[in-house]
């Protein structure tokens, strides 16, 4: 198939990903108050880590690649930043 693994790397990320999925449709039977969104975006971004790195090759790439891939990474946290401070920045009547 490929010539970093083969199908059995395919079948074991496959693997991965089906035991990921299985854990957030498990942990969503529970209620963690306010941690339900941090959790669900934790296993989310598991699952999108190896779906980049394997099935989008990320992993067997150069440096400049990975500059391109982990920018907007950036550029979101950044925003998401901004937006909490100017949160609590303002004052509320």
Do not use: C
């Not at 980049?52 to 930043?81: N, Q, V």
């Amino acid at each position: 198939m490929d010539n970093n693994g083969g199908y059995k790397s395919l079948i074991n990320i496959w693997l991965l990903l089906m035991f990921l999925t299985f854990i957030t449709v498990w942990i969503a039977q529970f209620d963690f108050g306010a941690l339900n969104v941090p959790i669900a975006l934790l296993i989310a971004s598991l699952k999108a880590s190896v779906v980049a790195l394997y099935f989008m090759h990320l992993k067997y790439e150069d440096g400049m690649t990975w500059i391109f891939a982990t920018y907007p990474i950036f550029l979101l946290f950044l925003l998401i930043g901004f937006t909490v401070v100017d949160m609590f920045s303002r004052v509320i009547n």
